[in-house]
């Protein structure tokens, strides 16, 4: 979502999915909340299940963002500048030789 | 339930057979496998199935017998689930594994079943041929004797036993041998085909030499050819008259040396003949020596009956019945008589051949001296009359003897017949006798008409004269007759030649008597001329000698004064040649003398020399130990240097604080080393962020917790709940305090999962190996790994980093050992 100043080490990764699952599931849980108690006040004549209703779709909708969100792909870091390293090595070493 | 696919091959289906029994074995036993058993047993007894189909009987038979004890228990569990299972087109099973023994005995009896027919089959045909060998006795038993080494040793026995019962008698196996019956006496004479070959030869070599001598047909060509050639030359030549006659001359010889070869090629022709006849001759001696000596030794064929047999001694030539040769033999009385006949007749035999030998020697002097007597007349009649007479004695008498001799001869003919072949031994005498008697009597019968001879040449003689002189016989010349005229003629004729005969003579005479008058004159002038030639030649000789031996004087002076002049020269010579050999050896002995102080002289040089240059090099060695010194002390100093700066940065990346100028100052220090340049560029260029151990052990126990967290994610679709479960199960899990690795370096690789990685790597980070760390760190699999990622990649960064950093550090030390002083 943000853009990280530094790339983010791996095991970053996992807390800040983590916190973003979180909130994002407060989020909807709430929103869902509020929009049941608005259905079920203005629609549905004080019933409870609205509300119940919009509770479970916005937990639903935030466990299921948040089990895409762990199971999308990594994006490893590759170990570059090792190989960079290789690379001079190889290339001095045949200048020089 | 699990099935297998496909079915296995003999061998494994073995193999699996064996599995399966061990694992009904084991059945009863383990509850936990008891699902794994039930699953086996079908495909087990498929597999089983299929061996009974397809593996051999050995395979079968070694099975059944090395597990016999399996079999009932075998049958028992079997039964049921293969009557279940089993569709109706399998063998059906139980006689199938009831029948192991049975079957393994059939079919191993179906091996020996066709062993023993083999065995018999090769036996029957040994005999029948035996047999048929036996008794056929003819070129096949022959040819299987030859072939097959003994059996003829039993055929010879079955011969023993048949030939008495079916009455063969002569073995027709024996070899019918080459001899023919005892001919040698014939063949030692009959010259045999190699003697007759040889002759043969021998003629064929003969005319073969006499066709090669004649030449071929190019040579003859050949030399006609060059005669043409030189004819045709000359004829050509012949405008040039001074040429023409060398030409000629050239061409004449060409062609006679042309016809010269032609006729030395051609033999001579009278060889070749004696060539020809003399081969024919040997041809025809040959043959005949051939003809005699098979005709010598060939024995009689035909014999005399009543001869003993002489020749032959082999029943094989037949005799045949002889010729009668003579009449039967005259008993000895009869031979008596005709003996006593003989000489009987003997005695007036005898006398009437005397009677007659005297008879007729009498005529023939009588005649003998009537012809030597010069003055016979044909008038003397009665000496006519006595040799008429006497005549007349002689031929009555040899009549008789003729006649009493022809009596005599028959009764000789029957004596000797009757001693066969003796001979009377007066018949010699006899045959003297009457042998003169003939002579004799043929001389009188010629004799007897001597006188009619006489008296022929008397007439006829007259008759000549009174033709050649009429006057004699008193006619005139116009009376002459034919023949007179005729006789005249042939007188005149006569009396011609015989003159020219005298002429010629007369004149041979003339001309022999002429030459010896010269030859006498001739041999006096050269009496007279070797006289005068003689006394010529002394004086000459005289003078010649006195001038000689002048001559030798005057040589002998030359010689002695040349001789002193040459004595004189050489001595001269001598003289020079001994100054010369002289002033040689001076000069060599001056050469070598000089030589010798030369080669002194060049020693003590080198020897000099030699001093110089090995100072100088002490002195330029001393001087480059000294630089060196100063250089490896230069080179200890800034290798010390650089450890220092080495271990500077050292620190400061294991702290994590390097900076620029540090990796600046060591270029400074060494510019010249490769290998510092190269560690120098690594470090310089290295990117990563910089840490130090501190910090990486704190992410550690961070990204430890995090992998703990989520051990059971995997890389599939991982729903929340199993991150619940993951982070319930490391709740749950407690670590084991595990020190082990750091003694026994072995890891299973099989029992890796991430609560014991994680163990590992604690233990190794709490004592600080980090290589073994990392290591196993990358051993981590799904979610754990992509927390621990970023540290491995940082872990891995910090090492390398510290590791060309150690590099440079003992790269230095290696320097700043070589300039370390030396100690003893």
């Not at chain 2, 405008?239 to 060398?246: E, I, L, R, V, Y």
């Not at chain 2, 005709?295 to 001694?313: C, F, N, R, V, W």
């Not at chain 2, 031929?395 to 017949?417: A, C, G, M």
């Amino acid at each position: 979502m943000t853009t990280p100043n530094r790339p983010l080490a791996s095991e970053e990764v996992y807390g800040e999915k983590w916190d973003r699952c979180m909130t994002d599931t407060m989020v909807k849980a709430a929103s869902g909340l509020a929009l049941g108690i608005v259905f079920s006040a203005v629609l549905f004549k004080r019933r409870p299940w609205p509300v119940f209703l919009g509770t479970g779709i916005g937990l639903g909708m935030g466990y299921g963002n948040c089990q895409n969100d762990f199971r999308s792909p990594y994006v490893h870091s590759q170990p570059l500048t090792l190989a960079k390293a290789h690379e001079h090595i190889l290339t001095k070493s045949s200048n020089s030789g | 339930m699990l099935r297998a696919a496909h079915l296995p091959r003999s061998q494994s289906a073995a193999y699996n057979f064996s599995l399966v029994t061990k694992r009904w074995q084991q059945t009863p036993a383990s509850p936990g496998t008891g699902i794994t058993a039930s699953t086996k047993s079908t495909p087990g007894s498929h597999t089983t199935q299929y061996a009974t189909n397809n593996s051999s009987s050995t395979l079968k038979t070694q099975t059944a017998t090395a597990r016999p004890s399996f079999n009932a228990p075998i049958d028992r569990t079997n039964n049921p689930n293969k009557t279940t299972n089993t569709p109706p087109s399998y063998i059906p099973p139980p006689s199938a594994r009831s029948s192991p023994p049975t079957g393994s005995g059939s079919s191993g009896g179906g091996g020996g079943r066709m062993i023993k027919s083999i065995i018999y089959g090769v036996t029957l045909g040994l005999t029948a041929t035996l047999v048929y060998a036996e008794y056929e006795n003819g070129p096949f038993r022959r040819q299987l004797e030859s072939t097959i080494p003994y059996s003829s040793t039993v055929l010879g026995g079955l011969d023993q036993v048949i030939d008495p019962v079916f009455g063969r008698q002569k073995p027709f196996t024996k070899e019918i041998t080459d001899k023919i019956p005892d001919l040698a006496y014939v063949k030692d004479k009959i010259p045999g085909k190699e003697q007759i070959k040889k002759i043969g030869e021998q003629v064929k070599d003969t005319t073969n030499n006499v066709l090669e001598k004649l030449p071929d047909k190019t040579t003859i060509k050949k030399a006609g050819e060059s005669a043409k050639d030189a004819v045709s030359n000359t004829y050509h030549k012949l405008t040039d008259q001074n040429k023409a006659k060398g030409v000629v001359d050239q061409a004449t010889n060409q062609v006679k040396d042309a016809v010269n070869t032609v006729r030395e090629a051609l033999p001579d022709t009278a060889g070749l003949k004696k060539g020809l006849t003399h081969a024919k001759e040997q041809v025809q001696d040959a043959a005949h020596t051939v003809k005699e000596t098979v005709k010598d030794a060939l024995p009689l064929a035909k014999g005399k009956s009543g001869e003993p047999t002489k020749k032959i001694g082999d029943p094989m030539f037949l005799e045949e019945a002889g010729d009668m040769g003579v009449p039967p033999p005259i008993p000895e009385d009869k031979y008596k008589k005709l003996e006593e006949e003989i000489n009987h007749l003997f005695a007036p035999l005898s006398k009437q051949l005397d009677d007659a030998l005297t008879a007729a020697r009498e005529h023939v002097s009588h005649m003998k001296t009537l012809i030597e007597n010069p003055n016979i007349s044909t008038s003397d009649h009665e000496t006519w009359k006595k040799a008429e007479h006497l005549q007349e004695q002689a031929r009555t008498s040899y009549e008789k003897v003729t006649d009493t001799l022809r009596e005599w001869k028959n009764k000789l003919i029957e004596y000797t017949t009757t001693t066969s072949g003796q001979i009377h031994p007066e018949e010699k005498k006899v045959d003297e006798k009457y042998q003169e008697l003939h002579k004799q009597y043929t001389t009188s019968t010629f004799v007897k008409n001597f006188r009619t001879y006489i008296d022929d040449a008397t007439k006829s003689f007259q008759k000549e004269i009174e033709t050649m002189f009429p006057s004699l016989a008193g006619k005139n010349p116009t009376q002459l007759t034919h023949e007179d005229l005729q006789a005249l003629l042939v007188h005149a004729h006569r009396r011609i030649v015989k003159l020219q005969n005298d002429i010629a003579r007369m004149r041979v005479n003339e001309s022999d008597s002429v030459k010896a008058a010269i030859d006498v004159q001739r041999a006096d002038i050269d009496r007279l001329v070797e006289q005068r030639v003689q006394e010529r030649v002394a004086k000459t000789a005289e003078q010649l000698t006195d001038e000689l031996k002048s001559y030798e004087k005057n040589l002998r002076q030359q010689f002695d004064e040349q001789l002193k002049h040459e004595i004189v020269l050489q001595h001269q010579a001598l003289t020079q040649y001994l100054a010369d050999v002289l002033s040689r050896q001076y000069q060599e002995w001056a050469r070598e003398y000089e030589k010798q102080l030369d080669n002194e002289s060049t020693k003590i040089n080198l020897n000099l020399q030699n001093q110089l240059r090995t100072t100088l090099d002490r002195l330029h060695a001393i001087e480059q130990a000294i630089e060196a010194n100063y250089d490896s002390q230069e080179r200890g100093r800034k290798a010390q240097h650089l450890w220092i700066q080495a271990q500077n940065i050292l620190n400061k990346v294991v702290h994590g604080t390097t900076t620029e100028n540090d990796l600046d100052v060591i270029s400074k220090i060494v510019p010249n080393e490769k290998f510092v340049q190269v560690l120098f560029n690594q470090l310089k260029t290295d990117e990563s962020p910089i840490t130090n151990e501190e910090m990486l052990r704190e992410r550690f126990s961070h990204v430890k917790k995090l992998c703990r967290r989520v051990a059971l994610i995997n890389d599939g679709h991982n729903s929340l709940w199993n991150y619940f479960l993951s982070y319930f199960q490391s709740l749950l899990i407690v670590r084991q305090r595990d020190d082990s690795i750091l003694v026994d370096d072995a890891i299973d690789l099989n029992q890796l999962d991430t609560f014991t990685i994680l163990n590992y790597v604690q233990s190794y980070l709490e004592h600080n190996q980090w290589y073994n760390a990392l290591r196993l760190m990358q051993l981590l699999t799904g979610e754990p790994k992509n927390v621990a990622q970023s540290w491995i990649n940082d872990t891995r960064n910090y090492l390398a980093k510290k590791q060309t950093s150690e590099l440079l550090e003992a790269y230095s030390n290696s320097i700043g050992l070589g300039t370390l002083p030396r100690t003893a």
